[in-house]
């Protein structure tokens, strides 16, 4: 006789300040994803606008607040703006390999760049090549690294300048973490080409979407996962898409934060680390 599927325990953590909006605090509720089914119940969980993070699925439940909203991208039906076709163009060359969620010394060496000049008042900061490992290898399900590297003569292996540690599942591809070399200027957008290779591989999987994890409004940091159409976002009705005149008003606040940001000498570009 078949085992019974067990209900998934859940907990809610001590509430903290928001790291996306000044004076909020913050509230997660979650769970750990292990045994046999921890694919089937994070892919469920993923649905209802949960995350992974190593061993455990978690989401907002914030007292106050709802303004972190799950997104995603509706791969079959994606048309790239022009400033999108751009950043293709430019990293085309790109070679890009799928590997095993084992962590190296040279992904850590790039997420620190990375970090350092994106989040410099970060936790992640504080992180040690240990727990860049545990954040990569410790994972109940299917699981993979993107590596991007630009292209050699050769036929060497070439220089690293982005990764996206990433769950496949039965629905789509959900970017866990992605960071890139924050310093090149050449390679200026690679955070969005993250995203659009995602979009691209995805749709020629098959699967309907690619989650982007939290879009937040009002955070400077979270805006660039607006910019991707056909896009879907949770609400208590369900998952809703977005139509194109709504979608433009966001773009335009997002573009004017952005301004407002860069004024004040705090632009941060637009990132691809999906929260």
Not at 116 to 141: K, L
Not at 230 to 251: C, H, S, T, V, Y
Request: proline content about 6%; charged content about 30%; overall charge neutral.
């Amino acid at each position: 006789m078949t085992a019974p599927v067990r209900f998934p325990r859940f907990f809610v953590t001590s509430p903290a300040p928001c790291p996306y909006l000044s004076g909020k605090t913050e509230r997660k509720v979650f769970t750990e994803l292990k045994g046999p089914h921890a694919d089937q119940l994070n892919e469920a969980l993923g649905r209802i606008g949960f995350r992974r993070s190593q061993t455990v699925a978690y989401r907002p439940s914030c007292v106050d607040c709802q303004a972190c909203v799950s997104v995603r991208v509706v791969t079959d039906e994606f048309a790239p703006s022009k400033a999108q076709k751009r950043i293709l163009r430019r990293h085309d060359d790109l070679v890009v390999s799928e590997c095993r969620p084992w962590a190296t010394s040279e992904q850590f060496e790039l997420l620190r760049d990375y970090l350092a000049t994106r989040h410099p008042e970060g936790g992640m900061t504080r992180m040690e090549e240990v727990d860049y490992a545990d954040m990569v290898e410790h994972t109940p399900v299917t699981s993979y690294v993107l590596e991007y590297r630009e292209p050699t003569t050769d036929g060497s292996v070439g220089r690293l300048v982005g990764a996206c540690l990433t769950d496949r599942q039965g629905d789509g591809l959900s970017m866990i973490y992605s960071f890139y070399d924050p310093d090149d200027e050449v390679r200026s957008g690679l955070g969005n080409y993250i995203i659009l290779d995602h979009i691209r591989r995805a749709a020629a999987e098959g699967l309907p979407y690619v989650y982007l994890g939290y879009w937040v409004e009002g955070s400077p940091r979270m805006q660039y996962k607006i910019r991707y159409r056909p896009l879907e976002r949770l609400g208590p009705r369900g998952w809703r898409r977005l139509g194109a005149e709504e979608q433009d008003r966001l773009i335009r606040n997002a573009v004017r934060g952005a301004s407002a940001d860069a004024g004040n000498g705090t632009s941060d570009k637009a990132l691809a680390v999906s929260r």
